[in-house]
């Protein structure tokens, strides 16, 4: 079986721009989770969409967006870029969403300049 | 406040002797914890779930101990090897009722095997 994948695997982006990040779970898993890793803040979670809605949210300002389409494969989105912005962003898939065992992507760096 | 800390220090040991993680929270009352491992440039991989109520859990080298009473988590890797480098993740499930939950992380410790 394919592993979760993430397209691109590098984007640099200046201040103000907008971004969107692609993710394709593993086949079969209708839940698709994305979070923000940086050295300061560590891992944290953004959101979790299941079946096309967005089930769980976490503290991130609405600049940060996502979707999830009939094919479960997902996107994120990103308005205004900021200088903190840079970060790894992973998504992960699973069979039963965020309580169960997580399958994380290589994720996407991303650079904002 | 809410806070989940591991080991703020990298671990170093010497390969055979094991390895203990720990991962504290507080302020959280977690359904579940989880382990994974990371290494440089790739997602974490998942290891292990343990569920509130079980008190250890086992697969191959690896153990894991959940004490909601002490609100500590311990990652046990026995025989170790070079190979077992990598930071590794504790992770916190929150349930919120119906399919609402969240997955909290620690902020990983570096466990470096000497050969």
């Known amino acids: 079986k394919a592993g979760v994948t993430q397209t691109p695997r590098y984007l640099i982006k200046t201040r103000g721009q907008q971004v969107t990040l692609s993710c394709s779970p593993i086949s079969g898993h209708r839940s698709v989770s994305w979070y923000q890793q940086t050295p300061g803040q560590g891992l944290q979670f953004l959101f979790e969409?299941?079946?096309?809605?967005?089930?769980n949210k976490g503290n991130f300002p609405g600049r940060f967006s996502g979707r999830q389409f009939s094919n479960s494969r997902s996107e994120m989105n990103v308005s205004t870029l900021e200088l903190g912005d840079s970060a790894l962003y992973l998504c992960a898939s699973s069979l039963v969403g965020t309580r169960g065992e997580q399958f994380f992507g290589p994720g996407t760096r991303l650079t904002v300049l | 406040s809410q806070k989940i800390e591991q080991n703020s220090e990298a671990l170093n040991i010497q390969e055979g002797k094991t390895a203990t993680l720990t991962c504290n929270y507080t302020n959280y009352s977690p359904a579940y914890l989880q382990w994974y491992r990371q290494d440089p440039g790739r997602g974490p991989v998942f290891l292990l779930l343990?569920?509130?109520?079980?008190k250890e859990k086992r697969k191959e080298r690896l153990k894991v101990t959940f004490d909601t009473t002490l609100k500590q988590s311990l990652f046990h890797i026995t025989a170790s090897q070079p190979a077992d480098s990598a930071t590794y993740l504790c992770?916190?499930?929150?349930?919120?009722?119906?399919?609402?939950?969240?997955?909290?992380f620690g902020t990983g410790t570096l466990l470096a095997v000497q050969p």
């Open positions: 969409y299941f079946s096309e809605t967005q089930r």
């Open positions: 992770a916190l499930v929150l349930l919120y009722g119906g399919a609402t939950n969240k997955l909290i």
């Open positions: 343990i569920r509130e109520n079980e």
